[in-house]
């Protein structure tokens, strides 16, 4: 008894720490995709000043990336179903370190906006492969936490972009900015290799055995568990429709689509890729002008990593809809302060000055604990299984589209309107998300993905698909 006991433990044990390498090196794929977001808010300024580039180059710059992450985004769905979720992780990875190289050698506008172009293309493989692949390796107790995990990595990426950018900028070196980032894809390419194939794909192409040793060595060894898992999976793919197929002959599928194809506009209009992209230039609309930009800058990356904590430890204790409550009611009155604070122009008294920074900081935890990893989960929660690849393609797509006008108008809506009336919009969108939320959104904490699949077919209401 005391064998099988301690066997049981080590079992228990083994399987965890599998679960959690598994988890970490697909959550990398956001370490990469947060330190490209990161790198620019730093580097803006100084490419600004050696191109001699106006507000609308910078705009441009910034911008190119999303597009061919979209364009990344919109190919990778029919890559990952035929070629599998690691092998599009590794193309990423290798399109990561030589876009990396080549912005860094950059001779002009022109070759930024290229080479950006083609990381974004390696941001969009990756961002729509690993929230993916690790809703289909993840337990479903811990399917909501294991894919905030990515969106933390994608947290630390920014922080760190952010604090290289801060001591980088003391030497005006922009260069290195964009491409030490070469690096850390590296160690994330070799980490790749090593990474199992998703079971539910390996199903789907007809190799079973090797999904059930992959679920044996994730699930504790509970061979009744791991049978039930694999014939779960069977069941969910015996029908013939998959992807655009599936989306033109089925409702309810077209229904899914449209609703993660939503969350991830909300996502993107909250504001907080304004932030990200240009908070330097927000810190000296607040009037703060130098190297305390950067660090204010770096202060709120820290925040952004910090907060997501919050998520991680929520996200499948208190469930998904009261989070984004939350998080979308904490984003609109941070916003809506930093408005009523910058209605006449620049801040001149330093103690409404850091209040206005504080308020800055608090709309970041607002995201980081909700919209932020929440809607990367429910994208990948709400898609049948046969119409996945196509579902989170279609909502990734979107995500990137919408980043890229966010990207491409801040600063002229900012030169036209003012901070202030440009902060009143992202607070009034806030708060007509949480109608959103409440409407449409379904509770899909602690429910299989199955299950969600299931109501989902025999078409229930969105928000009742998760019950």
Not at 215 to 233: C, F, P, T, Y
Not at 300 to 308: F, P, S
């Amino acid at each position: 008894m005391q064998n099988n006991t301690t066997n049981n433990i080590q079992n228990n044990l083994s399987s965890s720490y599998n679960i959690i390498m598994v988890g970490f090196l697909a959550s990398l794929a956001g370490l990469m995709f947060g330190l490209d977001i990161g790198v620019m808010s730093g580097a803006n300024e100084f490419i600004k000043k050696e191109f001699s580039a106006t507000d609308r180059n910078i705009e441009t710059i910034v911008s190119s990336m999303m597009f061919g992450a979209a364009l990344g985004a919109l190919g990778c769905g029919w890559a990952s179903a035929k070629f599998g979720r690691n092998r599009c992780l590794i193309l990423s990875a290798l399109i990561f370190i030589i876009s990396a190289i080549g912005c860094s050698l950059a001779r002009g506008i022109i070759d930024l906006v290229a080479w950006r172009f083609i990381l974004g293309i390696a941001i969009g493989i990756a961002s729509t492969t690993a929230p993916l692949y690790i809703a289909e390796i993840a337990p479903e107790e811990k399917r909501g936490s294991m894919i905030s995990t990515y969106q933390l990595m994608v947290t630390v990426g920014i922080f760190l972009a952010f604090i290289s950018d801060t001591i980088l900028g003391y030497y005006g070196a922009w260069r290195w900015m964009l491409g030490i980032i070469a690096f850390p894809a590296i160690l994330f390419l070799i980490g790749l290799f090593s990474l199992p194939d998703s079971p539910r794909w390996l199903i789907m192409r007809n190799r079973k055995q090797e999904a059930y040793n992959i679920l044996l060595s994730l699930r504790d060894g509970d061979k009744q568990a791991v049978h039930n898992e694999v014939q779960e999976i069977e069941e969910q793919i015996k029908s013939p429709k998959k992807g655009f197929s599936l989306f033109l002959s089925n409702r309810n599928f077209r229904r899914s689509v449209a609703l993660g194809v939503t969350l991830q506009i909300v996502q993107q209009f909250t504001g907080m890729n304004v932030v990200m992209y240009y908070a330097p230039r927000i810190f000296q609309d607040m009037g703060y002008t130098g190297s305390a930009t950067l660090w204010f800058t770096a202060l709120v990356g820290l925040v952004n990593v910090a907060a997501t904590f919050i998520a991680i430890g929520t996200v499948d204790k208190y469930g998904r809809k009261p989070t984004l409550y939350a998080g979308f009611g904490v984003m609109a009155i941070g916003l809506g302060v930093i408005s009523f604070l910058m209605r006449n122009g620049h801040i001149v008294d330093p103690t409404m000055q850091l209040f206005c920074v504080a308020m800055l900081l608090f709309f970041i935890v607002g995201f980081a604990m909700s919209a932020g990893p929440l809607i990367w989960t429910l994208c990948s929660e709400i898609q049948p299984l046969q119409g996945r690849d196509f579902g989170v393609s279609a909502s990734t797509v979107t995500n990137w589209l919408a980043n890229f006008v966010v990207g491409y108008t801040f600063l002229t809506l900012n030169n036209n309107l003012g901070s202030s009336k440009t902060f009143l919009l992202y607070t009034i969108l806030n708060i007509i998300f949480i109608g959103i939320t409440f409407w449409f959104v379904p509770e899909t904490s602690k429910v299989s993905l199955e299950k969600i699949e299931e109501n989902l077919m025999e078409g229930k209401p969105l928000r009742q698909i998760g019950r």
